[in-house]
């Protein structure tokens, strides 16, 4: 094509140039006329360089396209490495990190130099640690750290996906699915105490044992969501905790059913049947039972308001002196009324296992105000005033904080 | 003793024969469409424009909530469990991704797996830290800014990588995946002009936002977003940040200040009032806000709303 053109311009200015003498001829308005004509044909060559420029440039740009087309992928352009990329990635392959530490000053009739008791105490930094073990299984630990107490490991399991009928099972140290409260971290709570019932039954940090369980949801009835869960436990509670007693050698085994249903893109029900069948003491196996029911409401009102309302039910099954059936609950609101507030209250009673008060029954009200300052940093101030079983009353400050390091993750409702 | 094995060997075969008939119905039960779950609206709308009826998509973030902050539900980890195909946006917008995977514990969708597909790849992303990073800056990306679907030049790239996915997953709907590309494409090709046209008159033009979610939006439209009612990324705004703003709005004549419908008004209309700029929300994603229910609307609605706000429809 180039040379086409520049053919065509060379003939044209021959046949234009080629002959002056001819024009010369003609005298002087032929003269003229002969200028006129080679500006003509300069300005005509100059607009065919540039057409030809053009050519040669969209050619160029062509070629590269051509080239581009038939090269494999170019790189993705200006990206960074990203999480899922895996290149040069050594964090996919270094355990997650996180610290969470939860610090509470307590003000309280109390005079029981007790863990964090009039004082302001380090309640709790958690250690959090977990990654991939391979393409099968997760492995999860967390080690707390108190100022009050030893070092202790909370949690330490392998989670294995991919089993039969897809069922899901975890083994070692663990917070089984029991009810709601119980197998929440501390630092995860709406209030800064456990709820009374948790605490007297499972132990003042939670239910954690080691032992195996397995879970699969599956849809149910009516759009809901079923999670089974069924697991064998090393034996006791956790410290405090009465339900069973402090031998490990008697397994507990429980049983747990969520039944989920979504009520809209915003609010939803949650409904639990639990069961534990453990011991007491050496002697026997299984010999206590305890079921519980749990139920939760949630509605997220506004993209930055929320409700939740949430109460769970304990019934043991026992032989004891005094009461072969104790039992206790808690109802509990939480009300976020603003994007950084909330404001929450509960009510508690449980009657204490094969205890003769008075009242048979501690009993508690609670109200507290909370402060998000930001996704990593949290305030609570909580007052809380309990009429224990043997009839002493106690009212109690606590101030909460709550702060987050590093790896941090969003919990499942 | 031979009635016995005679009955034994009946058994055996009508067992065998439901047992075929089970492999049978499990074969005619694999032309049932794709499952695929997708993070967000705007992820499973490109994914139902490409897919049509072959694929059975849903998504996990509900669009008028803010996509860092959901917890997701019960219901949403059993519908990753059941996924063929999980398309999320990667970095780090989804940071409840991880426990969803974990709790739905499903091999197909996990990291690097086929039933995987991050659309983050391959967009030229915007604000890679180019520097050590702290939280002393906020609730910062690592990744870069991970709002790249808003610009609809990048639909092009998201559409693709899909089409080429689905059609991995589902050799069969190949064509149809092809077909649906091209037409979404050439909608796309024909669109982006009006798009651009429409705001044209306004190019240049800075405008404010609430949270630094819009890079790419204003790299499309050719506005300037360079300060933000956050004064860091997640931090709210301060009465102090609030007194910076209403003298930078008012000295360089900000007309707009722009934000999606989920986070809070109160602090855009306490400016926009002091400044006499507009609030405009802007959904971010496809559903967000009433008519914005699919790809194409979704841009027409903030085009408009932000040709509007900044001084109506040029002839």
């Known amino acids: 094509m180039r040379m086409s053109h520049r053919l065509c311009a060379g003939v044209l200015a021959v046949l234009l140039l080629g002959s002056p003498s001819a024009f010369a001829d003609a005298g002087p308005g032929a003269t003229e006329e002969l200028r006129s004509l080679r500006r003509s044909v300069e300005a005509l060559q100059k607009t065919l360089e540039a057409q030809q420029w053009l050519i040669e440039q969209q050619q160029a740009q062509l070629d590269a396209l051509q080239r581009q087309a038939a090269a494999p992928p170019a790189p993705a352009p200006r990206q960074g490495p990203t999480p899922s990329s895996g290149i040069g990635q050594i964090g996919a392959i270094l355990p997650e990190i996180g610290v969470l530490t939860d610090i509470v000053a307590t003000a309280s009739e109390n005079k029981a130099d007790t863990e964090g008791n009039n004082r302001v105490a380090v309640r709790e930094v958690e250690l959090v640690l977990g990654n991939y073990v391979d393409p099968y299984s997760r492995y999860d630990a967390t080690i707390a750290f108190s100022d009050?107490?030893?070092?202790?490991?909370?949690?330490?399991?392998?989670?294995?996906?991919?089993?039969?009928w897809e069922w899901k099972a975890r083994f070692g140290r663990f917070a089984p699915r029991v009810g709601k409260a119980p197998s929440i971290h501390r630092d995860s709570l709406d209030s800064v105490d456990?709820?009374?019932?948790?605490?007297?039954?499972?132990?003042?940090?939670?239910?954690?044992?080691?032992?195996?369980?397995?879970?699969?949801?599956?849809?149910?009835?009516?759009?809901?969501?079923?999670?089974?869960?069924?697991?064998?436990?090393?034996?006791?509670?956790?410290?405090?905790?009465?339900?069973?007693?402090?031998?490990?050698?008697?397994?507990?085994?429980?049983?747990?059913?969520?039944?989920?249903?979504?009520?809209?893109?915003?609010?939803?029900?949650?409904?639990?049947?639990?069961?534990?069948?453990?011991?007491?003491?050496?002697?026997?196996?299984?010999?206590?039972?305890?079921?519980?029911?749990?139920?939760?409401?949630?509605?997220a009102l506004t993209p930055t308001t929320k409700l939740k309302l949430q109460s769970e039910l304990y019934v043991q099954n026992r032989e004891e002196a005094f009461d072969r059936h104790p039992w206790g609950a808690y109802v509990l609101t939480d009300y976020r009324f603003a994007p950084r507030w909330s404001v929450g209250a509960r009510a508690d009673h449980v009657r204490l296992v094969d205890t003769i008060t008075a009242r048979h029954a501690d009993q508690a009200l609670s109200a507290w105000l909370t402060f998000y300052q930001s996704e990593f940093a949290r305030w609570r101030l909580q007052y809380r005033h309990m009429e224990r079983a043997s009839e002493k009353t106690e009212d109690a400050v606590f101030l909460q904080g709550t702060f987050a390091l590093g790896t941090h993750k969003h919990a499942i409702q | 003793m031979t009635t016995h094995l005679a009955q034994a060997v009946r058994a055996a075969a009508r067992l065998a024969l439901s047992m075929a008939a089970v492999l049978v119905m499990a074969g005619g039960a694999s032309a049932a469409p794709l499952r695929v779950v997708a993070t967000l609206s705007t992820f499973a709308e490109l994914v139902k424009q490409i897919g049509g009826d072959a694929v059975e998509v849903s998504y996990v973030a509900p669009p008028r909530f803010n996509p860092h902050f959901i917890e997701p539900r019960p219901s949403d980890v059993l519908k990753v469990k059941k996924a063929d195909l999980l398309v999320h946006g990667g970095l780090d917008l989804e940071a409840w991704r991880g426990p969803i995977l974990d709790a739905a514990g499903n091999p197909r969708v996990f990291p690097g797996q086929p039933g995987e597909l991050d659309l983050s790849r391959g967009i030229a992303l915007l604000e890679i830290p180019d520097q050590p990073l702290s939280r002393v800056m906020g609730d910062i990306h690592l990744y870069g800014n991970p709002h790249y679907w808003t610009n609809p030049e990048n639909a092009r790239i998201m559409a693709q990588a899909i089409c080429d996915r689905l059609c991995e997953a589902d050799p069969a709907h190949e064509p149809a995946f092809r077909r649906r590309l091209q037409a979404f494409l050439a909608r796309l090709d024909r669109k982006i002009p009006e798009w651009r046209a429409a705001v044209a008159p306004y190019r240049g033009q800075e405008v404010v936002a609430y949270h630094n979610e819009w890079p790419y939006f204003a790299q499309f439209v050719g506005l300037k977003v360079?300060?933000?009612?956050?004064?860091?990324?997640?931090?709210?705004?301060?009465?102090?940040?609030?007194e910076f703003l209403e003298q930078y709005l008012t000295t360089r004549g900000i007309r707009a200040i722009i934000q999606p419908s989920y986070q809070p008004a109160a602090s855009s209309q306490v400016l926009a009032q002091r400044t006499g700029a507009t609030v405009v929300i802007l959904a971010q994603n496809v559903g967000e806000l009433p008519g914005t229910e699919d790809y194409f609307s979704w841009v027409d609605d903030n085009i408009r709303r932000l040709v509007e706000a900044l001084g109506g429809p040029h002839d």
């Open chain 1, 148 to 164: 009050f107490e030893a070092v202790s490991l909370e949690e330490a399991y392998l989670t294995r996906w991919g089993l039969p």
């Open chain 1, 194 to 299: 456990e709820p009374l019932v948790v605490a007297r039954y499972f132990g003042v940090e939670g239910y954690k044992r080691a032992g195996l369980d397995l879970t699969r949801p599956f849809e149910g009835p009516w759009g809901t969501v079923l999670e089974p869960s069924v697991g064998i436990l090393e034996g006791g509670v956790g410290e405090d905790g009465t339900l069973f007693g402090s031998t490990r050698l008697r397994p507990t085994v429980y049983s747990h059913l969520k039944t989920f249903k979504e009520l809209s893109d915003a609010s939803s029900v949650e409904l639990g049947l639990t069961h534990l069948a453990g011991s007491k003491d050496d002697d026997a196996t299984w010999e206590v039972n305890a079921f519980g029911v749990d139920a939760t409401y949630l509605n």
């Open chain 2, 226 to 242: 360079e300060q933000f009612l956050e004064p860091k990324p997640g931090i709210p705004p301060t009465p102090r940040h609030l």
